[in-house]
């Protein structure tokens, strides 16, 4: 039994729509869709093979339980794509969820590097929303940046279906074929990016030089002292406080020294 | 003038207003998630597409509006919902009160995004997530379909409610405490410190996502110091990382140097970075 072009198309863009988080509900259903359980149910009902994929599906879900993001990285190798063609090609050759497992994490490093070229693309289409409201554009803006999904678009609807008909041979030697070091570039690059959203920030609230010591300070706390984002939000709550406290407040000084002047 | 204050306080409790930016900030999250802004641009994209009901007829002022918050802002985007709604309810505030500065708002916002991350990340991700799993396991196992419509139907129940109820009570508590501030007497203490709160946090966040390395090592015979671990290290942590953004900072603010630019810039400069061990 072979997979059928007309389930590898569809396999294809199911796992396109569901990995733009988008379908079905937005924000609302991301999270869960994202699910390694939910990916088996859709490839399930495409396959033709509904209690071989929930089987499959439950033990690498329960595998993947432990899956989190965190700041936006995942605490696991994700399988999000990578599932789209190892559960078909598994459900056919009729192997079970390791064998299922051993074809997605070997894709897991050639999905870092897809994600970071995404994430450079997506980057494309937010600055391009910058511009759009620049241009006055407005309505424009609200919707544009979906279209930065035209990169999950081409990978999902290009990899899943070709390594669908090609099988796990020629996933193996692709995967093998790559470089070490982009993998360790794009990380490097990655690690870069975040500079530049905060110091735009930065500029927006910095006034006076003197502001750069709460920055400072806090910088001290996560970085020399290790502490987490809570405990550094309360001592930052303590400072607002004392601030607050020792400001003075301006209509009772005016008033004070209107009574002087008597 | 009265007429537009006459309208935006209509706004405060206008149903259809709520509900259409809600599924604004629904749509908009799962749009364009970057390691530059990460939900910087969903916030931008909910607060354009009301943009013109704050701002009818007044293209500049939605400009700007749209432009303020195109910075960095990571929450878990559930919890999260608050601060959409704190966010929204004082920008309408400010649209007809300058009191309410953007630097307010945007100190309020860092503020709560790292203990509603935390407190997000705990409660959905670590713990009501991973129950909503184990029972879907339990009930698929064998191979019925059961336990996988289950799970979306009971998580996505679940987040519906949470987040709806969340970005209400934002809106409202956000349009309170706005206007408790405006006719307060205590503006110019309470700011400031929101202010100091806000940039204290950043600093925080900023540490613990960004982390810049080198890679040199220095060998002199049979010893080698590593640069990193044995002199910058010592030295001050995460120094690298420091640099780098007060490079940024000056960029963006003296040179005026846009985002695409730097970003474009730091490809190169990872690349050859990487390559000599400069960066590691």
């Known amino acids: ?262 | 003038m009265t007429q537009n204050t006459e309208r935006l306080q209509a706004l405060k409790s206008d149903k259809k207003f709520v509900n259409k930016a809600f599924w604004a900030y629904n749509w908009s999250i799962p749009m364009n998630f970057t390691r530059e802004r990460m939900l910087g641009c969903s916030m931008v994209s909910m607060l354009a597409r009301v943009a013109d009901e704050i701002y009818p007829e007044d293209v500049e002022k939605q400009k700007e509006l749209c432009r303020n918050h195109e910075v960095f802002f990571n929450t878990q985007q559930g919890l999260g919902a608050v601060i959409y709604g704190i966010v929204l309810g004082m920008e309408v505030e400010r649209a007809h009160d300058d009191t309410i500065t953007n630097e307010l708002i945007q100190s309020i916002k860092q503020a709560l995004a790292g203990p509603l991350a935390g407190l997000g990340d705990s409660l959905i991700q670590a713990l009501i997530t991973p129950i909503l799993i184990s029972i879907a396991i339990g009930l698929s196992t064998e191979g019925s379909i059961l336990g996988a419509l289950f799970l979306f139907a009971a998580y996505t129940v679940i987040n519906a409610i949470l987040c709806l109820t969340l970005f209400k009570t934002g809106y409202k508590y956000g349009i309170i405490g706005a206007e408790t501030l405006v006719s307060s007497n205590m503006k110019e203490r309470v700011i400031p410190a929101f202010e100091a709160l806000g940039i204290t946090v950043i600093g925080g966040v900023l540490a613990g996502i960004m982390n810049v390395k080198t890679g040199l090592v220095a060998s002199f015979g049979q010893t080698s110091i590593n640069i990193q671990t044995d002199v910058l290290d010592a030295f001050f942590p995460k120094i690298l990382t420091l640099v780098i953004c007060f490079i940024v900072y000056y960029l963006v603010k003296e040179k005026k140097w846009s985002a695409t630019k730097i970003m474009l810039w730091m490809i190169p400069v990872a690349i050859i970075g990487y390559m000599t061990t400069i960066l590691a």
Not at chain 1, 20 to 29: A, D, E
Not at chain 1, 36 to 63: R, T
Not at chain 1, 241 to 255: R, S
């Open chain 1, 1 to 262: 039994m072979q997979i059928t072009i007309l389930q590898a198309i569809l396999l294809g863009l199911f796992c396109f729509l569901v990995s733009t988080g988008m379908f079905p509900l937005g924000w609302l259903s991301m999270n869960i869709m994202s699910k390694p359980l939910i990916h088996c149910l859709i490839i399930g009902m495409i396959m033709g093979d509904m209690k071989n994929a929930m089987i499959i599906g439950c033990v690498i879900q329960a595998a993947y339980i432990g899956q989190m993001s965190i700041g936006g990285v995942a605490t696991l190798p994700k399988i999000n794509i990578a599932l789209w063609f190892a559960l078909p090609l598994t459900l056919v050759s009729g192997g079970d969820a390791a064998e299922c497992l051993t074809i997605a994490l070997a894709f897991a490093a050639v999905q870092n590097i897809l994600d970071t070229v995404g994430n450079l693309v997506k980057v494309g289409f937010l600055h391009r929303q910058d511009a759009l409201i620049e241009k006055g554009k407005i309505k424009q803006a609200w919707w544009f940046p979906a279209a930065g999904h035209i990169w999950t678009m081409v990978s999902c609807l290009v990899i899943v279906p070709v390594f669908c008909l090609a099988g796990s041979a020629v996933i193996s030697s692709i995967v093998s074929a790559l470089p070490p070091q982009i993998n360790a570039i794009t990380s490097t690059f990655t690690g870069l990016l975040p500079a530049i959203g905060f110091m735009i920030l930065m500029v927006t609230l910095i006034h006076s030089p003197f502001q750069w010591i709460y920055f400072l300070f806090g910088f001290v706390l996560a970085a020399a002292l290790g502490w987490d984002t809570i405990s550094i939000t309360v001592v930052g709550c303590v400072i607002a406080y004392l601030i607050f406290q020792f400001t003075p407040d301006k209509k009772m000084a005016a008033a004070g020294v209107e009574e002087d002047d008597d």
